[in-house]
């Protein structure tokens, strides 16, 4: 038994699509678990029209990405479904399209390579091609790790092509399978020092150290809608969005999550904090200078 948490937050559209793709999966022993954290677009209701099913939790406004997903775990915990043997939580964001056969190749993938937690490559929606996410390669002593897909060029087609599977050092969020036994293991998220950015990370090289391989299978692809997530750059980012980012809860830059994470696994802890802060400033200006090309 899968049970998909997807937390919301006035994306009606975004979920209404989602939900959508789940809806015609042709692996049918799956629930889903939607955390509305405070909607006030009428999110929660045209999931009870158009999707009855769908279990919906009413959060509060504030509790971000890490608690609300941590609000349905709980509830899987709480309430197992009867007559399964094995069960599985999948970590889902309202801003991705998957395919029908899309939880089938995750679980094919875990029988592969059991125990483990399966992670899903990702391409722009308005770029298929465009190869966003296929696994990280983490450096722990000094902050120096780099994403998997600049392996095969960004370039998913290529990925496909080339291998059935990447082995990471991180997994997102944006559609993960976890054994409800990882949970028992090593903990739910983060949510107190990792509110919204950077507890799928943290809670995925936790689970690497307890012993779980950690899979990006190619077959099982997530499309996001990039521009609608908080990791989409603006074309002409200012100095002020650049300050602002290191304490805006809504960024990945966020310089007290960044901190957090580098003291609770980084090997050099706070070393590994500057170096983390120096490579994303780099970054910045890396990008305002071909900007001003």
């Not at 979920?15 to 692996?27: E, F, P, R, S």
């Not at 099913?53 to 941590?70: K, P, Y």
């Not at 349905?72 to 056969?101: C, K, M, S, W």
């Not at 969005?241 to 809860?249: A, I, L, P, R």
């Amino acid at each position: 038994m899968i049970t998909i948490v997807i937390p919301v937050h006035n994306r009606r559209a975004l979920t209404q699509q989602c939900l959508g793709c789940l809806d015609v999966q042709t692996y049918r022993n799956f629930r889903v678990i939607v955390v509305d954290d405070g909607s006030t677009d009428g999110t929660s209701q045209m999931i009870q029209d158009e999707f009855p099913d769908t279990l919906i939790i009413r959060g509060t406004g504030d509790l971000w990405w890490t608690e609300a997903t941590n609000w349905g775990i709980r509830y899987a915990q709480e309430h197992p479904a009867p007559g399964f043997e094995e069960h599985f939580i999948l970590t889902l964001n309202d801003d991705t399209q998957v395919r029908p056969d899309y939880l089938q190749t995750l679980l094919d993938a875990y029988e592969q390579h059991k125990p483990c937690l399966v992670g899903s490559p990702s391409v722009d929606v308005d770029d298929p091609k465009k190869l966003e996410f296929a696994g990280t390669h983490m450096e722990l002593w000094f902050a120096s790790g780099r994403h998997a897909a600049a392996d095969y060029n960004y370039d998913y087609d290529e990925l496909a092509r080339r291998t059935d599977f990447v082995e990471s050092d991180s997994l997102p969020g944006r559609g993960t399978l976890i054994p409800m036994a990882v949970f028992d293991k090593v903990g739910l998220y983060d949510s107190r020092r990792f509110s919204h950015y950077m507890s799928d990370i943290e809670f995925s090289v936790r689970a690497k150290k307890a012993g779980y391989k950690l899979i990006v299978n190619t077959k099982s692809l997530v499309l996001e809608y990039t521009k609608a997530t908080g990791l989409f750059l603006k074309e002409k980012e200012t100095w002020k969005d650049f300050v602002n980012s290191f304490t805006s809860v809504r960024s990945p830059t966020n310089l007290t999550v960044r901190y957090n994470f580098a003291i609770a696994h980084g090997k050099t802890k706070q070393l590994y904090f500057l170096v983390d802060v120096l490579r994303i400033s780099m970054g910045f200006l890396k990008r305002k200078y071909l900007m001003a090309k």
